[in-house]
């Protein structure tokens, strides 16, 4: 089979779309591919990565829209091409929309509605961007804004209404060829947890959870419901839950997936699995202590928000940092959400479910 052609090469609308940031980042920015699609539906999209991880991300959340041209490898590429397409835009994480190459001529003359569109994120940008500085400070300027105006990260990646993010609802899909792996992997009722702690990073993320809450957390769960598996899901950098039943760090995204879509409940931090565990319409238990639940929360989940100096994401921002605001070695938000507390929560979630023989 021949090789398939850049999207330029098409005829047809051509975007460029360079994929950065992590796992959570990118489930939120197939909202923003599909708005994009919505208003352009016979564009092309290549999406340039800039490592495998990502490329492995773009085929498990983009790979099935008839939209996606190619995957390709951004060094070089990129550069190299960048002058070709219609349009180039790129996501800072799930904070803003940078638009790195606008062809406002073939771009009004395929899709008028693409190019109004652009056209109201330029006008955003120059309100809401230009002079503001670093890209921190533009995360720091949403972060605020998000609790004034009741609004979250999905509602400022629509730029205010420029493109047609009406809700935060993601569309990721299941890929039929691996429902039989997960169901031979037999797991019965189960719950989903993660630590998002890497086991050779010292000290670990700011909004994580500490390990001796989440062994505890699994021990309390364990005896108030022993006939629900408690199944651990993360990278394979993660550090292991001992006391989970099962331990899935180091697996397929595409199974992954499913293990996520199929659990009664998953229970972490905020972080990437939450976003693609939501997406995938599964009930989550998520605890915020750094991070701030108005920009990054769902309401359709539990949310545990912490009362100790919350949010200093407003300050320190970064969901990666591993300083914490007062100079603590744990920090206290996180560290006042009780393994007591979450048990409770769960319990109470999991014991108005319609389960047999598991209390």
Same mark, same amino acid.
């Given at each position: 089979?021949?090789?398939?052609?850049?999207?330029?090469? !098409?005829?047809?609308?051509?975007?460029?779309?360079?994929?950065?940031?992590?796992?959570?980042?990118?489930?939120?920015?197939?909202?923003?591919?599909?708005?994009?699609? =919505?208003?352009?539906?016979?564009?092309?999209?290549?999406?340039?990565?800039?490592?495998?991880?990502?490329?492995?991300?773009?085929?498990?959340?983009?790979?099935? !829209?008839?939209?996606?041209?190619?995957?390709?490898?951004?060094?070089?590429?990129?550069?190299?091409? /960048?002058?070709?397409?219609?349009?180039?835009?790129?996501?800072?994480?799930?904070?803003?929309?940078?638009?790195?190459?606008?062809?406002?001529?073939?771009?009004?003359?395929?899709?008028?509605?693409?190019?109004?569109?652009?056209?109201? /994120?330029? =006008?955003?940008?120059?309100?809401?961007?230009?002079?503001?500085?670093?890209?921190?400070?533009?995360?720091?300027?949403?972060?605020?804004? !998000?609790?004034?105006?009741?609004?979250?990260?999905?509602?400022?990646?629509?730029?205010?209404?420029?493109?047609?993010?009406?809700?935060?609802?993601?569309?990721?899909?299941?890929?039929?060829?691996?429902?039989?792996?997960?169901?031979?992997?037999?797991?019965?009722?189960?719950?989903?947890?993660?630590?998002?702690?890497?086991?050779?990073?010292?000290?670990?993320?700011?909004?994580?959870?500490?390990?001796?809450?989440?062994? =505890?957390?699994?021990?309390?769960?364990?005896?108030?419901?022993?006939?629900? !598996?408690?199944?651990?899901?993360?990278?394979?950098?993660?550090?292991?839950?001992?006391?989970?039943?099962?331990?899935?760090?180091?697996?397929?995204?595409?199974?992954?997936? $499913?293990?996520?879509?199929?659990?009664?409940?998953?229970?972490?931090?905020?972080?990437?699995?939450?976003?693609?565990?939501?997406?995938?319409?599964?009930?989550?238990?998520?605890?915020?202590?750094?991070?701030?639940?108005?920009?990054?929360? $769902?309401?359709?989940? /539990?949310?545990?928000?912490?009362?100790?100096?919350?949010?200093?994401?407003?300050?320190?921002?970064?969901?990666?940092?591993? /300083?914490?605001?007062?100079?603590?070695?744990?920090?206290?938000?996180?560290?006042?959400?009780?393994?007591?507390?979450?048990?409770?929560?769960?319990?109470?979630?999991?014991?108005?479910?319609?389960?047999?023989?598991?209390?």
């Amino acid at each position: 089979m021949a090789e398939k052609n850049f999207a330029f090469e !098409s005829g047809e609308v051509s975007i460029a779309f360079p994929l950065i940031g992590g796992l959570g980042d990118n489930v939120i920015a197939k909202k923003f591919f599909d708005a994009i699609i =919505e208003l352009a539906p016979n564009c092309a999209i290549d999406i340039f990565c800039i490592n495998e991880s990502l490329k492995i991300m773009a085929s498990a959340f983009f790979g099935q !829209s008839k939209n996606l041209n190619l995957i390709l490898d951004y060094n070089g590429l990129y550069k190299e091409n /960048i002058q070709n397409y219609d349009l180039a835009l790129c996501l800072f994480g799930a904070r803003c929309i940078i638009l790195e190459r606008v062809n406002p001529q073939t771009l009004q003359e395929k899709s008028p509605a693409l190019f109004q569109s652009v056209l109201k /994120i330029e =006008e955003y940008n120059k309100h809401n961007l230009h002079g503001i500085g670093s890209p921190n400070a533009v995360s720091l300027r949403n972060s605020n804004a !998000s609790r004034i105006l009741g609004k979250n990260c999905f509602w400022f990646l629509s730029c205010g209404g420029a493109l047609p993010i009406r809700d935060d609802k993601v569309n990721i899909p299941l890929l039929p060829e691996y429902k039989a792996e997960f169901e031979r992997l037999n797991l019965g009722n189960y719950i989903t947890v993660y630590s998002d702690i890497e086991f050779n990073f010292t000290p670990p993320k700011v909004k994580t959870w500490p390990i001796r809450h989440l062994v =505890e957390y699994v021990a309390l769960i364990k005896k108030r419901f022993p006939n629900i !598996s408690i199944v651990q899901c993360g990278s394979g950098r993660d550090m292991k839950i001992e006391n989970a039943d099962r331990h899935f760090l180091n697996v397929d995204l595409e199974l992954m997936k $499913y293990i996520l879509a199929n659990s009664l409940l998953h229970v972490g931090c905020e972080g990437g699995l939450i976003h693609l565990a939501t997406a995938l319409g599964t009930k989550c238990v998520v605890l915020f202590g750094f991070n701030n639940v108005h920009y990054f929360g $769902y309401n359709r989940n /539990i949310n545990i928000v912490s009362d100790v100096c919350f949010p200093c994401a407003d300050i320190w921002y970064d969901g990666m940092s591993r /300083i914490c605001g007062r100079g603590a070695t744990e920090p206290p938000c996180m560290l006042s959400i009780t393994p007591q507390h979450v048990c409770e929560v769960t319990c109470n979630y999991l014991s108005h479910l319609d389960l047999k023989n598991n209390a």
